[in-house]
């Protein structure tokens, strides 16, 4: 655990080593808790209890993925792997470990929002039983658990752009069927859930080979190019085959959801030429959840909030072109 | 002969710290240029900093006779570099990997030439770079240098990891490749593959130059080893940049 902490602390100390990201976090985080608190205030208790636990759900489902990895980590590469094999020893300071960030993120949602701490811990619990789950499942097939086959599938989806075609036809003619099906409402909420899986599935990103690309003299934007393109596949046939098949609104509202897809996984692209894995993701979510905090309390400011750090990582991450540290 | 490289007083920060420093050589076209050094001297900082992985705090460094010190894409852009084998990516298959590098795999493949029957390539180029062992991503990160097709390369360290064999087989093609005109640049740890294979050479203590070595004074050392290496090592003791 002592080794745990250590590296989280690196980790910050390496993410806030500059004095004007110090001083954002000092500065921005305590006004956007603020006026998240504020805007929570005013918004139907169900709604906010809504996003309170998608929060919860994100945190759990996320902080157990990380500490699955860790462990799996120590027991095959680290330093530690006598402690980690032996699974008592391993597993309480990890479970301590996931306490930790999961009562720290109760924190925030409790400040935000008082009463919605017990949505955040069941869907917080939810998300742990979730990614629970997967690993039993995965280590039960007869593949031997391989994470790293399904990583790979997503990635060689990901990577086609014909996968964007087939999957935006899929979704595309699946809504159309729902949109003569069902009701209005019904059918709209189905053409806005179904993209998302497939959204989220085409916007995989290995980390490896994106520094790979960097050292490999491809710019920020070839980059973006070579893997964006099932992506921008996929919203290009959904949007029009909803504009014809359901409604302009739905279009547009599951083109919107696209670009958002799109622009996280940017974010998370341009991190990943800069720093390790581990650190680009911390560095990349947090970003999000500031333009998340800023969009809930004054949504014109969300783009900005956005634009500002990404158009200073777009500066450094060309400049990680050929670079090899 | 025409100079491949040429620098002169070249300064490589690392982070903050200087580790480079006012260095000056010169590597003929057509020739295998040796760099040794002990560990933490600065090899791999000078190499990445000629490959364009690192910029060039001071000095000037022409290639093929054009000024690139302040250049650091245009040098990248010159040279074929093997990334540490740490770097390359797990999630891709080795024939991915190089035909990201070559512009596909055919023009790859082409600019390995009889590398890729050393190396065994062919054999690996469906596997994923996560699966392979640290021989193979080593052998994968000698192709990744050369299949850009670059008439100047740079190899740090390219026999760690290797089987004899191949070890064998790797230094015999790449001496034929310089022959037919390739420039190579590579740090190395062994003694006798600098002083049978390289043409000319440098030693490197603290990031200077400590001793320059001429293609004359390698073939001696092919003949009488024992006291090359001892001279080497006293010129590193000493500590006498040139």
Same mark, same amino acid.
């Given at each position: ?20 990201? &110090? ?10 808790? &603020? ?27 996320s902080?157990?993925h990380l500490?699955a990895e860790?462990?799996q980590y120590?027991?095959?590469? $680290? ?11 391993? %597993?309480?300071?990890?479970?301590? %470990? ?28 939810? $998300?742990?039983?979730?990614r629970?789950?997967l690993l039993?499942v995965l280590?039960?097939s007869?593949s031997g658990g391989n994470y790293n086959a399904l990583s790979r599938a997503l990635l060689r989806l990901a990577g086609?752009?014909?996968s964007? &075609?087939? %999957? ?32 989220l599935a085409l916007a995989s990103l290995d980390a490896g080979s994106m ?16 893997h ?37 996984m940017?974010?998370r692209?341009?991190?990943y030429? %800069?720093?390790?894995k581990?650190?680009?993701d ?44 | ?19 480079? /420093? ?67 990516p797990e999630m891709m298959r080795?024939?991915e ?31 994923w770079i996560g699966d ?39 230094? /015999? ?15 190395? /740890? ?17 990031? /200077? ?34």
């Open positions: 655990m002592r080794h745990e902490l250590l590296l989280i602390f690196n980790d910050a100390r390496g993410a806030f080593s500059g004095w004007s990201n &110090l001083l954002t976090l000092l500065v921005a985080v305590p006004i956007l808790l &603020l006026a998240a608190r504020s805007w929570f205030a005013e918004v139907p208790a169900d709604q906010a209890g809504f996003v309170i636990a998608l929060f919860g759900f994100a945190v759990g489902l902080a157990t500490l860790r462990v120590h027991q095959t590469l $680290g330093m530690l792997a006598e402690e980690a094999l032996a699974v008592r020893s391993a %597993l309480a300071p990890f479970a301590i %470990l996931l306490a930790m960030a999961v009562i720290l993120a109760a924190g925030l949602a409790g400040l935000v929002h008082p009463s919605g701490l017990g949505y955040f811990l069941a869907a917080a619990g939810a $998300g742990i039983a979730a629970g789950l039993i280590s039960a007869s086609d752009w014909r964007g &075609l087939l %999957l935006g036809l899929a979704v595309a003619l699946s809504a159309a069927a729902g949109s003569a099906l069902l009701a209005k409402e019904a059918s709209m909420a189905l053409a806005l859930l179904l993209p998302c899986i497939p959204a520094r790979f690309l960097a050292q490999s003299g491809f710019s920020p934007w070839q980059a973006i190019r070579k964006a393109r099932a992506l921008v596949v996929f919203g290009g046939t959904i949007v029009p085959v909803y504009a014809m098949t359901t409604d302009l609104v739905t279009a547009a509202f599951a083109g919107g959801l696209v670009i958002v897809v799109l622009l996280v940017i974010v692209l341009l991190c030429r %800069l720093y390790p581990r650190l680009a911390f560095t990349a979510s947090i970003l999000l959840i500031a333009v998340i905090l800023a969009g809930i309390a004054v949504p014109l400011l969300a783009p900005v909030v956005f634009a500002v750090p990404v158009v200073r990582l777009w500066g450094m991450a060309s400049n990680s072109t050929w670079r090899i540290a | 002969m025409t100079e491949a490289i040429a620098l002169d007083d070249v300064c490589v920060r690392r982070g903050t710290d200087m580790v480079v /420093h006012s260095l000056s050589l010169a590597i003929d076209q057509g020739t295998w240029f040796g760099l040794m050094g002990a560990n933490g001297s600065g090899k791999t900082t000078l190499l990445r900093a000629l490959a364009g992985r690192l910029p060039i705090a001071r000095g000037t460094c022409r290639l093929l006779g054009a000024e690139l010190a302040g250049r650091r894409a245009a040098r990248a852009a010159q040279m074929g570099f093997a990334p540490p084998i740490e770097s390359l080795v024939r990997a190089l035909a990201l590098v070559g512009g596909d795999l055919d023009t790859a493949i082409g600019n390995i030439e009889g590398l890729g029957d050393a190396m065994a390539i062919p054999g690996l180029l469906d596997r392979c062992s640290s021989g193979m991503r080593q052998r994968v990160a000698i192709a990744l240098a050369f299949a850009g097709g670059r008439e100047i390369v740079i190899l740090d360290e390219p026999f760690n990891w290797l089987d004899p064999v191949a070890a064998f087989d790797i230094r /015999h093609v790449l001496r034929a490749r310089v022959d037919k005109g390739l420039t190579l640049v590579t740090a190395l /740890h062994d003694i006798p593959t600098l002083t049978t294979c390289c043409d000319a050479g440098l030693v490197m203590a603290e990031g /200077h130059a400590a001793l320059t070595l001429t293609k004359d004074q390698l073939i001696k050392g092919a003949m009488d080893p024992l006291s090359f290496e001892s001279d080497m090592i006293q010129a590193l003791r000493t500590r006498t940049w040139t």
